[in-house]
């Protein structure tokens, strides 16, 4: 069994695409939920809070013959990819296009915009200036990002695609771990990704569980508050790169953290409605990989979707396991659900925390919920912790349960 370490991260995130930028947000209070104006023509649709990347542009260098086969998911996913390629010192370099990289990668769907041009067709309701063609199934496909990121960087090795709705992200990074552990990759790109679609907020307004104070986004979502009102939905893309240590080690890279534990099931009871029970089981066997007790977990990123089911379930599992003081917070307090993105995107803030010794506090987290079981809710600027142990936890659609520990190295 091999050690993997992570020496590039990057992302595209409703409250920025840095770290900089995001600690600052974070540390103000600075949510990215806004009024989705453009959603006003969709009339059958009441939700109309979205947290969208505001500051997202395709790069320069980036030819039209590069990027036909890409919708924004896909986009924006390869260009975080090189940033995390660069940050890890491995953009340009060799050791990735002989064989020795893969990529484990996912999104909820592919972009909508080819799906909505191709349900026109079926419709007999053609979009004026729109048209199906040959990259249209590319940009759609469940397995977007993952194809064009190891296309573009000519990626040789394995391909995981892991479309599993709110666990794409983190079973992205698990598997990924899983390959370099094994010894079938050396180097692994692992992510996720999502575009904002009002589609997205549709599917879950159908299951009453989207957020209505369309008058007042900087006060929603709430999670694990008793006035919560349901969930919004965001977007962004977020890669890390995986490494064999010692490989690391050799050629001098910078290590963010270390993995040491993943597990990921499922409830196998039912589609929508989470369980404590296969939740815990998810996290207490990915601590029992890790080696470590209980208390030695100091901070735990939830996955905290603002949904009365789902918060008061991972609150119970999450104190089963780790007890009623671990400190937790939830990044989707303050950039809305990003689904595919949500897993890779929490684990980064999760571990640029863990080293720099300061956890954000929830927003819009006033009075616990009291059916929530009791955990170190953090709130408002947050918290400076010491800890060398950090674990992050999301939860899907399916029943899918992820859970993933990373250790400090320095």
């Known amino acids: 069994m091999r050690r993997v ?6 992302g595209f995130s409703p409250i920025g695409n840095d770290w900089q930028t995001i600690s600052t947000n974070l540390k ?3 949510t990215g939920i806004r009024y989705m104006e453009n959603w006003n023509r969709h009339k059958e649709l009441e ?5 969208p990347v505001i500051d997202f542009e395709k790069p320069d260098h980036y030819s039209r013959k590069l990027i036909r086969s890409m919708g924004r998911v896909a986009l924006m996913a390869t260009v975080a990819t090189e940033r995390a390629l660069a940050d890890a010192m491995l953009l ?3 050791d990735i296009t002989d064989g020795r990289m893969g990529v484990s990668y996912g999104s909820s769907t592919g972009s909508t915009d080819a799906l909505v041009n191709i349900t026109s067709m079926m419709l007999d309701c053609p979009i004026p200036g729109k048209t199906i063609n040959a990259n249209s199934y590319l940009k759609m496909m469940s397995h977007t990002t993952a194809v064009n990121i ?3 960087f000519e990626l040789k090795g394995r391909v995981i695609p892991t479309s599993s709705a709110c666990t794409s992200g983190s079973q992205g990074i698990g598997y990924a771990y899983e390959a370099i552990k094994h010894g079938y990759q050396d180097l692994m790109v692992a992510g996720g990704g999502e575009e904002l679609c009002p589609t997205e ?3 879950f307004e159908a299951l009453y569980a989207t957020s209505s104070r369309n008058d007042s986004p900087e006060l929603t979502p709430r999670p694990f508050d008793k006035d919560r009102d349901g969930l919004v939905i965001g977007e962004g893309a977020a890669t890390l790169i995986l490494e064999e240590r010692e490989s690391a080690i050799k050629r001098g890279a910078k290590i963010h953290a270390e993995i040491i534990g ?3 099931n499922a409830d196998g009871a039912h589609v929508t409605q989470p369980q404590a029970e296969t939740m815990y089981r998810a996290m207490s066997s990915a601590l029992k990989q890790s080696e470590l007790e209980p208390q030695d977990i100091g901070y735990v990123s939830a996955h905290g979707t603002a949904t009365e089911r789902g918060d008061i379930a991972e609150s119970q ?3 089963r396991l780790l007890g009623s003081k671990v400190p937790i917070s939830t990044f989707k307090s303050f950039t809305g659900h990003t689904m595919g993105a949500c897993g890779a995107l929490e684990a980064i803030v999760a571990i640029e925390m863990m080293n720099q010794g300061w956890f954000h506090g929830t927003a819009n987290l006033d009075n616990v919920d009291p059916q929530c079981a009791k955990l170190d809710y953090l709130t408002g600027e947050g918290r400076e912790i010491e800890t060398k142990y950090v674990m992050s936890n999301n939860f899907a659609f399916g029943g899918i349960n992820t859970s993933l520990i990373f250790a400090k190295t320095s």
């Open 5 to 10: 370490v992570i020496t590039g991260m990057a």
């Open 28 to 30: 103000n209070g600075k």
């Open 47 to 51: 939700a109309r809070l979205g947290a």
């Open 92 to 94: 340009n370099n060799s």
């Open 150 to 152: 190891g296309v573009f």
């Open 201 to 203: 907020a549709a599917v």
């Open 262 to 264: 993943f597990n990921t």
């Open 317 to 319: 599992a999450t104190n």
